[in-house]
């Protein structure tokens, strides 16, 4: 982006998948030209530390020291402290790596210092070298809660504790009300220097609605004059990872790409789908809106890339 | 010990010194008969956790899962959370091995449930398949302060950040005054069944003295039916680890077995010290306890096990 002397290109991302798109971004835009809002309402406490996965990983990503294999936790992991937690009868369900405990060691740590979560990250993005700016959505805790054929669990119980395999009736999102979205994420929605609004291809249920349905985030996308790109997570009636598709059969919607569409009918302006969903190109357009049918799936840096310049030129042509 | 029916052994300890000789004694007395009442006024809040050193070297050798080396910490220990931490900006002054900070999560995650630190201790302990009781001296806060020549230090910023190196003055252990003894310890002091009190050869100063500064602990001591032995830290004018001799220096005291038995006057019955101290014996003796000498330096598992039996029938000897 280089029509304006600062452009900005803001992306709202979950875990995995948003961060494959991020990395893309960051790849061909200068890094101050980039802003990663991430989702915090999956984060929880755990063992007395203070977890956000969704940040982790795409700071993770961002900064080259992921897992590219499992596609969360770092690279070159080993699993000590879990063994030993394990031994000492500690709940062992969510796997915390050496170092990666070390992030939520020291998260937690400034967290109870009096640091934000926005400085905390800050600090954290620093130490491990990365230039893009990474914003949790919100400062103040949110926590998805899941109705499901088992009760309401809480997101990390359904998502990693019970694998996803609750059929799902709904979701909450405890504190939404009171949370207040990040400042500088709500700035620069608001700013003239922004250029395009990319929604990642990530859960549009837990990870991108929670973003969506802080005071104020909806109104300034609405009032936004960049064009809102929103990528596809749903490929042939599959999710590329994790529950997307399985939620949407549970939520007896169709398991398409267009049904991703409609969910984001009035926010986007435009909708990336795979070439695979090529032929629902025509009803996504007749909901009322642009459809780019391009590849979506990002196995290599190169897609990763190729996507990512894809979507900008969308915005430069909408712009246009 | 068999004189009684269910005789017991009670065995006051520090770190290294204390868990040698009672390892010994665990491994000449039947478990049941052995209970280990431990320091707990070096205990320390770091990165957010609640950190026993004391409690954890005697847990971690009488377990057999000690590095024996190093005297602290566990065998087979990886540093990755460590050297993770480091990279983000954390204090790092403290040794933090992967599978020890387990213990510190696991016990701060039980000790924020509400379970006392007692509890706490006896869960890991029996994790460990420890079968020998492990005490801490108390379940309340006590933290030793070190009057220094650089103003009053916390007993780990003395002992590990600034590695013993400034002069000291005197200790102060906040908190002492409303701290409650360990009732299981206080009641092992006044049992009819007690047949033996051991002082191991911890520093005297900030080892056993928080434990005899308890309220009720000298009371009981001096009411105790069961012989009272301590065994010296200083041997030849030299402590065999850590500061204790570099201590007695500081505070003007002759480094020395003598001084020791001296700062334990009136309260120990009979005072063990090492060969190469045999001809302190007449003066110790003149102090009014009995004095026993015999190689206290414990560097094979079976010089603690020798050490053990030969206070043990110490023991039998003045009782009988």
Request: glycine share 6%.
């Amino acid at each position: 982006m280089a029509d304006s002397p600062n452009p900005q290109v803001l992306a709202f991302s979950g875990g995995v998948g948003g961060a494959k798109l991020s990395l893309g971004l960051s790849k061909v835009l200068p890094a101050e030209q980039l802003t990663v809002v991430a989702n915090t309402a999956d984060d929880f406490d755990h063992l007395g530390l203070r977890i956000c996965p969704d940040l982790d990983t795409v700071m993770y990503t961002l900064s080259g020291v992921n897992n590219t294999e499992q596609g969360w936790g770092l690279a070159g992991e080993s699993w000590n402290a879990l063994a030993a937690l394990e031994q000492l009868g500690a709940e062992t369900w969510f796997q915390l790596g050496d170092r990666d405990l070390a992030t939520h060691l020291r998260r937690t740590e400034l967290l109870s210092q009096g640091h934000s979560l926005t400085e905390v990250s800050q600090a954290l993005c620093q130490s491990l070298g990365m230039a893009v700016r990474l914003l949790p959505m919100s400062d103040d805790p949110v926590s998805t809660c899941v109705s499901t054929d088992e009760g309401e669990l809480s997101f990390q119980h359904y998502f990693v504790r019970r694998q996803c395999e609750p059929a799902v009736s709904g979701f909450r999102f405890a504190g939404i009300e009171s949370a207040k979205a990040n400042p500088d994420f709500l700035d620069l929605l608001l700013s003239p220097r922004l250029q395009a609004v990319i929604l990642c291809p990530s859960n549009p249920f837990v990870s991108i609605d929670p973003i969506l349905a802080l005071a104020g985030v909806r109104d300034a996308l609405a009032a936004c004059q960049a064009p809102i790109i929103a990528v596809s997570p749903i490929v042939a009636g599959m999710a590329i990872k994790g529950p997307a598709a399985k939620m949407m059969a549970e939520l007896n919607m169709p398991v398409t790409a267009e049904a991703v569409a409609e969910h984001y009918l009035g926010l986007v302006d435009c909708f990336v789908v795979d070439e695979s969903d090529a032929k629902l190109a025509p009803q996504i357009e007749q909901l009322g809106m642009r459809v780019d049918v391009t590849q979506t799936i990002m196995t290599t840096l190169a897609d990763r890339e190729r996507l990512a310049d894809r979507v900008l030129t969308i915005a430069r042509d909408m712009a246009a």
